[in-house]
Every structure is written in structure tokens, then in C-alpha cells.
Nanobody, 124 residues
Framework: QVQLVESGGGLVQAGGSLRLSCTAS????????MGWYRQIPDKQRELVAR???????NYADSVRGRFTVSRDNKKNTVTLQMNSLKPEDTAVYYC??????????????????WGEGTLVTVSS
């Protein structure tokens, strides 16, 4: 019922910038928080940045000061501006939507949804 579509991944040299965008679509009423996670092989998926409807943010220590997360509640989009990229930022980045309120007739429920992921590769 909810689809998250990411865009903006690609190959960039160290020190460069990329901008990731994610748009939520489908049958839902609201999204409490949206964010970005990343994962590399044989490692756990980790939080990169997160933003609530009210604008509160959370950042991984490794990206704080370099990445900026923003959100357009009306358009149901979340954006991650990544500056001063480092090789260790290389990962598959996943868009996340938390506490998505959806209809599950005859009731309502909340759920968490993920995008399919977009690859970010930073060369040294």
C-alpha cells in the first residue's frame, strides 16, 4: 500500500556531493518520520539521518556536519544532501518511513516501509 521510490545515487569522487531523494506514494494518511539508512555487505543496516514531521532530526555521528536531511510533508518526500563524501560512505542507501498510518479494513494500523535502495559509491 505504500511505496518509497529513491533517486540520486551514483558514483562520486571523495569530497564530492550527492543528493538523495525519496518520495512516498500509495494509500496512507500520514507518516510520522522519514529517514535514510545505509548498509554494506556483512554489516548491519545503520541509521544515517532521520527527520520527524515536526522537523526534529537525528544523525549518525559519522555524517553529522556533512549530511543534511530535510523533508517536505506536503509532497511526502525526504531528501538527504550529502557533502564532503568519503569512501567509507559507500553503501546502499535505503529510504525509510516510520509509523505510516494506513487503512487495513476494517481497522487502521501503522507500519514501517522501506525503499528498494540506491547505491552510493565514493571513490578515493
Amino acid at each position: 500500500q505504500v511505496q518509497l521510490v529513491e533517486s540520486g545515487g551514483g558514483l562520486v569522487q571523495a569530497g564530492g556531493s550527492l543528493r538523495l531523494s525519496c518520495t512516498a506514494s500509495g494509500s496512507f494518511f500520514s507518516i510520522d518520520a522519514m529517514g535514510w539508512y545505509r548498509q554494506i555487505p556483512d554489516k548491519q543496516r545503520e541509521l544515517v539521518a532521520r527527520i520527524t514531521t515536526g522537523g526534529s532530526t537525528n544523525y549518525a555521528d559519522s555524517v553529522r556536519g556533512r549530511f543534511t536531511v530535510s523533508r517536505d510533508n506536503k509532497k511526502n518526500t525526504v531528501t538527504l544532501q550529502m557533502n564532503s563524501l568519503k569512501p567509507e560512505d559507500t553503501a546502499v542507501y535505503y529510504c525509510n518511513a516510520e509509523r505510516v498510518l494506513i487503512s487495513d479494513f476494517p481497522t487502521f494500523r501503522t507500519g514501517t516501509y522501506w525503499g528498494e535502495g540506491t547505491l552510493v559509491t565514493v571513490s578515493s
